[in-house]
């Protein structure tokens, strides 16, 4: 084993985290749980706004106990700084003179309305890459629009494909627009950073959470462009049958009779009868379905989500579940690849967090967790020069 056997994808790597919500932050999390050293900088008394969202641990309504804010700043540090004070901005253009790389979210424009903007950064540090998560982007008409997730999944299209088709267009459950465009951030600030490594040039990425989101809608996205206009179909496929949920005992199960043939389907079902050359094509079996659909439903009602999944999985055949989060946590595959790990904190406590969502057979994943409000101010700043006199004297200021 060398000494380089245990570290991190992104050890020796410093971030400034200016961003706020679920998309920037989720990004800077991905980062630090690769080894990179991740400053979430956040305004002095309130912190990131993600402090004050729900739910919260026990119920107890303290920025230190939401739950979105421990599960998506794991493994960072936290310094507090008021960017609208002069002194403030001073700070941040000493961090950013020496960091490769600061994740933001704010409105465009509004740090080059405080001289910190690309141009203005890259001066002293020519190799900084600066990643901007935005709704929109920063340009175009929409540029400066606000939104939440649910005019992230509108706009995007998400909301349009994702629903039963005689209902209206429903939300995606959880935060899919911000954690896509997390991700896509987290994919465009590497490749730039790569890029800065190798050749000294830093580069301003533009991340808008609806392009990528609008970037998951893969042949949705495309059939406009041959003529043809998709329609969502609900919990049904759009050319296969069966491809869709069907309940069980204790939930839904997924069944699909790829890649095995319809044979091995009604083998399964203890039914060959159905076994004809009529069957045997995807055309008729979509047509027939309204008969078929109660063949499929009196089976699978006699038997559990997961006893149905297995079933098919042994006869080579796509089946899944719905899993309910009780199923994950006690999902024996998430257990043997040791997906949630265990992480303390001063507040509440010792809980199980989701892990890493790919792996590396050379670097760990950094189980870090969330920092308390300003915690490691001192620490950051202690090292660019300031005494702690100055500390007291900023924090009296309110710039810290």
Request: include cysteine; charged fraction near 20%.
């Amino acid at each position: 084993m060398t000494p380089f056997d245990r570290c991190g994808l992104l050890d020796g790597i410093a971030v400034l985290d200016l961003s706020q919500g679920v998309a920037g932050p989720y990004c800077t999390r991905l980062m630090a749980g690769l080894g990179a050293d991740v400053v979430k900088v956040e305004p002095p008394g309130t912190g990131d706004v993600t402090r004050r969202l729900g739910p919260f641990y026990q119920d107890d309504p303290h920025p230190e106990k939401s739950v979105p804010f421990l599960y998506l700043n794991t493994g960072k540090r936290s310094v507090t700084l008021d960017l609208e004070t002069a002194s403030g901005r001073h700070i941040l253009r000493r961090l950013a003179s020496t960091t490769h790389l600061i994740v933001e979210s704010f409105p465009p424009g509004t740090l080059d309305g405080w001289g910190l903007g690309y141009a203005d950064l890259e001066r002293e540090n020519p190799a900084l890459v600066l990643c901007s998560v935005t709704p929109f982007g920063q340009t175009g008409p929409y540029s400066r629009f606000q939104a939440t997730e649910m005019v992230a999944q509108a706009a995007s299209g998400l909301m349009y494909i994702t629903g039963d088709p005689e209902r209206e267009p429903v939300k995606t459950g959880g935060h899919l627009a911000g954690h896509a465009a997390g991700q896509t951030a987290f994919l465009g600030a590497v490749v730039a950073l790569y890029h800065a490594l190798m050749t000294g040039q830093g580069q301003h990425v533009d991340i808008s959470e609806v392009e990528a989101s609008t970037d998951l809608l893969d042949r949705w996205m495309m059939g406009p462009f041959q003529g043809q206009v998709m329609r969502r179909l609900g919990k049904r496929h759009q050319v296969g049958y069966p491809h869709e949920l069907f309940p069980c005992q204790d939930g839904h199960a997924y069944i699909c009779n790829q890649p095995s043939s319809w044979s091995v389907m009604t083998a399964l079902l203890g039914r060959p009868d159905l076994d004809t050359p009529r069957y045997q094509e995807p055309k008729g079996r979509m047509a027939d379905r309204a008969a078929l659909d109660p063949v499929i439903l009196e089976w699978t009602r006699q038997r559990t989500k997961k006893e149905v999944f297995q079933k098919g999985q042994a006869h080579r055949m796509a089946f899944g579940y719905a899993a309910t989060v009780e199923d994950l946590v006690n999902s024996e595959q998430l257990q043997e690849r040791q997906f949630f790990v265990e992480v303390d904190h001063p507040c509440v406590g010792a809980h199980q967090y989701p892990g890493p969502p790919f792996r590396s057979s050379a670097a760990p994943w950094r189980h870090g967790r969330a920092p308390l409000l300003s915690e490691h101010t001192a620490e950051v700043l202690l090292p660019l020069g300031y005494s702690r006199q100055d500390l007291v004297l900023l924090r009296a200021q309110g710039v810290i």
